[in-house]
Every structure is written in structure tokens, then in C-alpha cells.
């Protein structure tokens, strides 16, 4: 809990909030690897390619969720090996209703959006998250 310790942050404090007030209550994805773990685990599984900062996360007992493939997958990302593209879980995709509802039963304050390049759709379908009043960031990765 000391910035001066902090690796891989660039800013400490971001609207008066630190890193250690972020809990994380609900959490989405697509890959089989991760849906259905703990986020403490899903963080971690394939097709991750960050640099890990900090190896010993407890669980925290926040299921990762089956998202929605609302963009489509690629077809040629199909030819990649597994630790470098998205395998599919087979679980049924989220209606909009089980993510609000999802979203009202955990409390959430803050919906972060973390979508690929070319997320469109995706990026769109959390929005009626203003509808139960949490501050929404998008964020795309490139």
C-alpha cells in the first residue's frame, strides 16, 4: 500500500481512487480458459500476454461469467496456437438482462470495458449499465 513500491502503475491515483480500493465484484469473458474461475486464476490463463507484476493474488471467490461474442470471432485466429488466440467456452451466452441483473445483485460502482480493437458491438452492449447508475470507463486494447 505504498506507491513508492508500485510496479507497473503509472499513476497512483486516479480521481481519488489507489489501487487497493478497486474490488472486484462481477466479471465477464469469452474463453473457456477463463469463464467459469475464480478472477483471481482467470487472470492469469491464456491468451494473457501482459508481464505479471504480482504472482500471489488470494481467490476472491468472483466466478469469471460468460460473456457475449457479439462482434464474431475471427476465422483466422483459428490458426493460431491456443496460448495465442481466444478458444470459445461453450457455455450459452449472456442476454443483456443477466448482465444488468448481474451488475444490480453485485453492487458495482464502476464498469471497466476492456474490449479488443474492432469491438463494436461488444463495446455497445454494456450500456445499460448507465441505467442502474455506475461510472462506465471504456477501455480498447490494441
Not at 48 to 53: D, E, G, P, S
Not at 82 to 108: H, I, M, N, W, Y
Not at 110 to 137: H, R
Amino acid at each position: 500500500k505504498d506507491s513508492r513500491k508500485a510496479i507497473g502503475l503509472m499513476h497512483w491515483n486516479i480521481g481519488g481512487y489507489e489501487p487497493f480500493d478497486i474490488e472486484v465484484v462481477a466479471a465477464f469473458d469469452i474463453d473457456k480458459r477463463k469463464v467459469g474461475k475464480d478472477v483471481s486464476e482467470a487472470i492469469f490463463a491464456f491468451p494473457n500476454c501482459t508481464t505479471v507484476f504480482c504472482k500471489d493474488i488470494p481467490e476472491i471467490e468472483v466466478r469469471v461469467q460468460m460473456g457475449r461474442i457479439l462482434d464474431g470471432f475471427a476465422d483466422h485466429m483459428r490458426d493460431y496456437p491456443d496460448q495465442c488466440t481466444f478458444v470459445l467456452a461453450e457455455e450459452k451466452e449472456a442476454t443483456r438482462e443477466d448482465l444488468v441483473k448481474t451488475l444490480k445483485e453485485s453492487g458495482v460502482e464502476i464498469l471497466l470495458n476492456y474490449m479488443p480493437v474492432g469491438s463494436e458491438k461488444a463495446a455497445k452492449f454494456p450500456t445499460p449499465a448507465i441505467a442502474i447508475l455506475i461510472f462506465f470507463i471504456f477501455y480498447s486494447s490494441f
